[in-house]
Nanobody, 115 residues
């Protein structure tokens, strides 16, 4: 059974940093890309950024220059490094993994940035 699980959320002050992790697990899975999305209260879910297993990355304009995504292919794990956090970054952060060509979502982890 394939599972995608995020970790690392929490409360941080404005200007601070936080690192989220996301692991895809399962028997002999083949991951081709992983992405981070977020959903703020009362808003639609939006793409934060993604990384392919070839190393290509892309970020939304709202986080470009502050967030970065890296991956550990052996562990099927990606990391979202968030710096200079702002109150508007407060959201539930979801990880999505493309496994065997289909998307699997995690349950999300809450990030709260206080002003």
């Amino acid at each position: 059974q394939v599972q995608v699980a995020e970790s690392g959320g929490g409360l941080v002050q404005s200007g601070g940093s936080l690192r989220l992790s996301c692991e895809a697990s399962g028997n002999r899975i083949s991951v081709s890309a992983m992405a981070w999305h977020r959903q703020a209260p009362g808003k639609e879910r939006e793409l934060v950024g993604y990384i392919t297993w070839g190393g290509e990355t892309n970020y939304s304009d709202s986080v470009k220059g502050r967030f970065s995504i890296s991956r550990d292919k052996i562990k099927n794990t990606v990391y979202l490094n968030m710096n200079n956090l702002k109150p508007e970054d407060t959201a539930v952060y979801y990880c999505k993994a493309r496994i065997f060509g289909t998307d699997q979502w995690g349950k999300g982890t809450l990030v709260t940035v206080s002003s």
